[in-house]
DNA sequence: CAGGTTCATGACAGTTGTGTGACAAAACCG
DNA sequence: CGGTTTTGTCACACAACTGTCATGAACCTG
């Protein structure tokens, strides 16, 4: 779950942007002040952090300056002005993004996705998470309680596919495209590679509780 | 000196930017649609990519896609439409921010610097330690068990090409592509040198602890 | 419950991917 | 220049993987 801390004085555009992010289905709080956000980022850290630049006391510029002091957190001006000077400024005082009220929800959180990836690129790799099964597209890799299992590329091609449309049904014709390139052919040809991977990544394979059937439809894989 | 390549099919504003780059200091290069710009991305790699979104042929997402396929340079998306729709989908395809035209040269030099301190964090680390492996790029040393061991220079650029990319699978054409420069030729060579890097940077060159082999995807080293 | 459909699975032969040693060309260097 | 190191190519052997098929179980449907 990923955390926002929203700092902004006027309270309807706080509530407002408060209210859209827990939709998208982020963690959200508010501050009232630089002051307030500060206390409060130092307290439980988020993982971004939304910043108004006309703040009373302590103004935008510098509590950008001061959170960057000692982090690294993602930062995202959210202001009324459209002015050049103060885009220049907050970037120099380090914020990531600057935005112009009003903002589109929907830019708004797919500025915070690209930042999210843009800050973890080179540290960590992603992971997707199903219970206990594992899956890095990039590290190539697939774990069970944590202990890494060896699949096929085939294999690994079929569950990342998978992955990527978690909890969504893909028919067999679905993937013998995506992951085979087939525009035709047998699809008892996934069915053998669903069970040779149930194998591997199932506790009970026979009883499979991640990668499941879904008769006449296909198959789809559950958190 | 940083590199900017800005791919741009109107002549006029491809060359207002370049201009307008040089002068703030940049090394800038144009390239008039996609395809080109991709080709010249892979001959001599920018530290920075603007694109257009409407280009001829190859568009500015595919094109973005594209890149991103095996690259994490920073992108900048310079398009006239200003539609939450078009923005979403860059971000979605990768793109690192979106300006509309026409833009301030001062803010988007601004968001340039912004990014690449992003992009900066976390990989400019000189020395990378994999357990009893170190890899320093500066010092063009590798040591095991603090002994420094000989590699070749096409080794030691292997070595350091899968160091900056820790945990990640890099296929073969990806490393013939950044350690090479080569943009076809026989995967095999990368077998035949990886082979010979273990033979030095592993205590068990047959198990390789390190440099691992991920069949049908290719080699990542991990810690 | 009979008949048809859909799915799981084990076996197998053909194919592909990888490691490695040998070798010649190229680069390097006193 | 002559010797040494490095590089790229090739061929081969072996292990791993893939796709097909046959069989039987599970599941619907009327």
Same mark, same amino acid.
């Given at each position: ?90 970037? =120099? $005082? %380090? ?6 009220? &009003? !903002? #589109? ?5 797919? +500025? /915070? ?24 597209? =990039? $590290? %190539? ?6 202990? &890494? !299992? #060896? ?5 690994? +091609? /079929? ?43 199932? +506790? ?20």
């Amino acid at each position: 779950m990923t955390a926002v801390l929203v700092i902004e004085d006027d309270d309807r555009i706080r509530l407002a942007l408060l209210l859209a992010l827990e939709e998208e289905g982020y963690t959200a709080y508010g501050a009232a002040s630089a002051e307030e956000g500060l206390r409060r980022h130092q307290q439980t850290p988020a993982d971004n952090i939304l910043v108004d630049l006309m703040l009373p006391g302590l103004d935008g510029f510098e509590c950008i300056r001061q959170l960057r002091r000692d982090d690294d957190v993602p930062i995202v001006v959210v202001s009324a002005r459209d002015d050049t000077h103060d885009i220049v400024a907050a970037l =120099e $005082a %380090g914020a990531d993004d600057y935005l112009v009220k &009003p !903002v #589109a929800i929907k830019e708004l959180t797919a +500025r /915070l996705r690209a930042l999210r990836r843009r800050a973890r690129a080179g540290t960590a790799v992603s992971v997707q998470v199903f219970g206990d099964l594992e899956v890095s597209a =990039e $590290a %190539g890799e697939v774990r069970l309680d944590g202990r &890494p !299992v #060896a699949v096929t590329r085939t294999e690994f +091609r /079929l569950l990342c596919e998978l992955a990527l449309h978690a909890g969504k049904v893909l028919s067999r014709q679905q993937l013998l495209q995506r992951v085979w390139g087939y525009d035709t052919g047998d699809e008892r040809l996934v069915d053998v590679h669903v069970g040779r991977l149930r194998q591997k990544i199932e +506790r009970d394979p026979t009883n499979p509780r991640h990668l499941v059937t879904l008769r006449g439809l296909g198959y789809k894989l559950q958190r």
